[in-house]
């Protein structure tokens, strides 16, 4: 069973197709970052994963229950917040919390509970309207752990945090599989922030999700080794003829793939074949792969597939 | 569903809606009370609240406070992205808006019993000040009749307004239904039309001076009853951003 699973989910706004065939598979006990740069769906997936939107094409199981058929029940198993902390102003945090209790039909205990994960059992005392960003977002977290729920739908969570707050944020849903005992789905446009929280994770781009896996096994398959030198074009593509993976960063820089096992060879490859073709090699640093290098690559894997079949 | 209806006043508290359903209905009773001060014989009880207190409030006030009182309603959701969070829960949606309807039409009946106390306290103050207090006793009998009527015939427009609110995210649209509703029904009342008599804002006006009112308050409450039912089914399909 998975936490969610989602088969051709499609949604279209007049005529334009914002959510294209996805397939979402999210393992239980994960935090799945979602990644993908503004208007590329996530918050629209967002919706419809919680039933806010209906789809035009496709299915979505959340652990185990069908949304369509068993809306409720699927329901029940999840917590979430979409886009921004949605709180009452005119009321406490506190009474915030109740609302949601009460309509869950919880016992009064599980406030203080939720409130002791995020730390905010004074401050919910104060009337929300008073809070900081931070503040709001850390009880909008506790709010959806109300009735621990088995998976955690949070949506771009650490937008307009401050770096303490990002922090804080950061070290809460880490932590959350273990509280929790399930799953947390974090949507972010930020790689890097994903990278620190998440072990799978799955990129969107125009609507489609173009590549999901463990986070391992995404930034693997190869090191990379960024060279100095005086003419990168041409430097670059000295190397591809000599059957090597590289291509130019910048007008400084090239990015030589290598092998996780023959790093330091092909790097002293390189390195040899660009010298004795008279180029300046001013500095050679390994460079660890990140998520954004697994964006970028899968962008440009898309593009050619797309220039391909055009 | 008693846990949602619990949740529904909950929002209520501190809120500028609840304000305004308390502090509206206070206006009658000064208007009685200043009335009271300038008047130079002492009017009977049941003139001033027949005849003067009931009638501002169902022709002009009324749907005004209830345009205001359900945009503010609807804001307490907009405003603090509430729909998001409350329609992602296990409940059934349908629960969520019968459970508003419920608050805002006994809030509408609260707000008409507190207009007759306050212009009981006013028209009492005031006829102190003034040296006339009023004659008579209060005519409870009559007064329960034409408030049962009364509410009966705006549940109509409680609906209407209920459902604007509630259906389009800017304050704008509500507010354009309540005041171009009474609107219609002020000039309905100034031009003596019968053509308009079952328009639902002027309804609680024949309630208050037609021969028979009972039809008027059928029509408002069946009426009412059928757009809530169809209000709730639209609402409960409805995408909200």
New interface residues.
């Given amino acids: 069973m998975l936490a969610i699973e989602t088969e051709h989910l499609t949604k279209r706004y007049a005529g334009r197709t914002v959510v294209n065939d996805v397939a979402l598979r999210v393992p239980i006990g994960c935090v799945y970052g979602f990644l993908g740069p503004n208007g590329a769906g996530k918050t629209t997936t967002m919706?419809l994963l919680?039933?806010?939107?209906?789809a035009d094409a496709g299915m979505i199981r959340l652990v185990g229950h069908d949304l369509i058929q068993t809306?409720?029940?699927?329901?029940?198993q999840?917590g979430?917040?979409?886009?921004?902390a949605?709180?009452?102003?005119?009321?406490t945090g506190r009474?915030n919390l109740?609302?949601?209790r009460?309509?869950?039909?919880l016992p009064p205990g599980e406030i203080d509970r939720v409130l002791e994960i995020v730390d905010m059992r004074d401050a919910a005392r104060a009337?929300a309207g008073t809070y900081s960003l931070g503040m709001k977002q850390r009880l909008a977290l506790a709010?959806t752990m109300l009735g621990s729920p088995k998976l955690l739908l949070l949506d771009e969570p650490t937008n307009g945090l401050d770096p303490d707050g990002i922090i804080a944020m950061r070290l809460l849903i880490r932590a959350l599989p273990a509280q929790i005992g399930g799953t947390v789905f974090v949507s972010s446009h930020l790689l890097t922030e994903v990278e620190q929280i998440a072990d799978h994770a799955g990129m969107m781009r125009d609507g489609r999700l173009i590549v999901q896996d463990e986070i391992r096994v995404l930034l693997g398959g190869g090191a990379i080794v960024a060279m100095t030198i005086d003419e990168t074009e041409a430097g670059a593509a000295l190397l591809r003829a000599r059957g090597m993976d590289a291509h130019p960063v910048d007008d400084q820089t090239i990015h030589v793939r290598c092998q996780d096992d023959a790093l330091i060879q092909q790097t002293a490859m390189a390195n040899r074949i660009l010298v004795e073709a008279d180029f300046i090699v001013s500095a050679v640093v390994p460079h660890a792969r990140t998520l954004e290098d697994v964006y970028h690559d899968t962008l440009a894997q898309a593009s050619s597939g797309e220039r391909l079949a055009a | 569903m008693i846990?949602?209806l619990?949740?529904e006043i909950?929002?209520l508290?501190?809120?500028?809606a609840l304000l305004l359903a308390v502090l509206a209905p206070a206006l009658p009773g000064l208007l009685a009370a200043l009335s009271l001060i300038s008047t130079d014989r002492a009017p009977q009880w049941e003139s001033i609240l027949t005849g003067f207190v009931l009638p501002i409030w169902s022709l002009f006030l009324l749907p005004m406070v209830v345009a205001a009182f359900t945009t503010l309603v609807g804001q307490?959701e907009y405003?603090?992205?509430?729909?998001?969070?409350?329609?992602?829960?296990?409940?059934?949606r349908w629960q969520l808006f019968l459970a508003k309807a419920v608050v805002v039409l006994a809030a509408s009946a609260m707000m008409t019993l507190l207009v007759l106390l306050f212009a009981w306290v006013g028209a009492s103050i005031g006829g102190a000040i003034g040296g006339h207090t009023p004659l008579g006793t209060l005519p409870w009998v009559k007064l329960a009749r034409t408030v049962l009527l009364l509410l009966a015939g705006s549940t109509m427009l409680v609906v209407i307004q209920l459902w604007a609110a509630l259906r389009f995210a800017s304050f704008v649209m509500p507010l354009v239904v309540g005041i171009g509703g009474t609107l219609v029904a002020m000039a309905v009342a100034m031009t003596r039309t019968d053509q308009a008599a079952w328009f639902p804002w002027v309804l609680p006006l024949e309630i208050l001076s037609a021969p028979n009112p009972v039809p008027f308050a059928l029509f408002g409450g069946i009426g009412g009853l059928v757009l809530l039912a169809i209000m709730v089914t639209d609402l409960s399909r409805h995408?909200?951003k």
């Fill in positions: 919706r919680l039933g806010l939107l209906r809306r409720r029940d699927a329901l029940a999840v979430a917040f979409v886009e921004s949605p709180l009452y102003d005119h009321l009474a109740d609302i949601t009460r309509l869950l039909g009337r709010r | 846990a949602v619990q949740v909950r929002k508290n501190g809120s500028l307490i405003r603090a992205r509430g729909w998001d969070h409350l329609l992602a829960l296990p409940i059934a995408s909200f």
